[in-house]
């Protein structure tokens, strides 16, 4: 069946830093992806999202390129902030189901 | 943007007892709900997809007769949790879709139970 896989936390950068969080699925047919960001104490939010092959999703200095090729949708940011602490969940959408990684938490040092 | 909420935040009940947890869309009406169920190393878990006035398509593994849902209007679904049990204890968050056909939706702030 369909699944997502991302790396395992805890992911500690410095303030600034390059940021990278793999995610890699198995699907049938042509999902579509999505970042979701869950800050402490809040329910997850829709960070970005590409719905087909090539496409690149990109909010709040975020990126990810969905590659059908490697099945990936990395998330990367160039330049992390404090502010940018959170839990970051890949998900994908396929026949009417979501299908979530386990998540990832960032945690970035001042 | 659109508003998910869930009721109770928190919950403590003891073994045995049932526990039903609130799901609403504030600014819009959603056709189809998802609930969830959040692991203590952050995997989220779909429970069941709930569908305003039919009956809800529950995952693999999932009892539907331990987690009852009910998707009576196109702004309220409702989990209930019959005969909690610790093992029951979790986070227990639901979402909403945006619009039937989307793939946009929008999560509720989840709700802790905690079964004695």
């Known amino acids: 069946g369909d699944s997502v896989t991302q790396m395992e936390g805890p992911v500690t950068l410095s303030e600034e830093a390059f940021l990278t969080i793999n995610c890699t699925y198995t699907?049938?047919?042509?999902?579509?992806l999505f970042w979701y960001v869950q800050y402490p104490g809040e329910g997850l939010q829709l960070l970005l999202k590409?719905?087909?092959?090539?496409d690149k999703g990109s909010n709040k200095g975020f990126e990810a390129t969905y590659r059908k090729e490697t099945t990936s949708f990395h998330l990367e940011k160039g330049s992390v902030q404090v502010s940018d602490s959170a839990v970051y969940f890949c998900?994908?959408?396929?026949?009417?189901?979501?299908?979530f990684g386990s998540g990832t938490k960032l945690n970035v040092k001042p | 943007g659109a508003v998910v909420s869930q009721h109770p935040s928190r919950v403590i009940c003891k073994s045995g007892t049932s526990v039903k947890i609130e799901c609403r869309s504030l600014?819009?009406?959603?056709?189809?709900m998802f609930w969830y169920r959040q692991f203590p190393k952050q995997s989220l878990m779909l429970m069941a997809t709930?569908?305003?006035?039919?009956?809800?398509?529950?995952e693999q593994g999932v009892e539907k007769d331990k987690f009852l849902i009910n998707h009576a209007s196109l702004t309220l679904s409702t989990l209930t949790v019959t005969s909690a049990h610790p093992e029951d204890s979790s986070f227990y968050i639901c979402?909403?879709?945006?619009?039937?056909?989307?793939?946009?939706?929008?999560f509720g702030p989840g709700t802790r139970l905690t079964v004695l």
């Open positions: 998900a994908l959408y396929n026949f009417n189901k979501f299908y």
């Open positions: 699907a049938t047919g042509y999902p579509s």
């Open positions: 709930s569908n305003e006035g039919s009956k809800a398509t529950y």
């Open positions: 590409a719905t087909k092959a090539d």
């Open positions: 979402s909403a879709l945006g619009q039937p056909g989307t793939d946009t939706q929008y």
């Open positions: 600014d819009f009406q959603a056709t189809t």
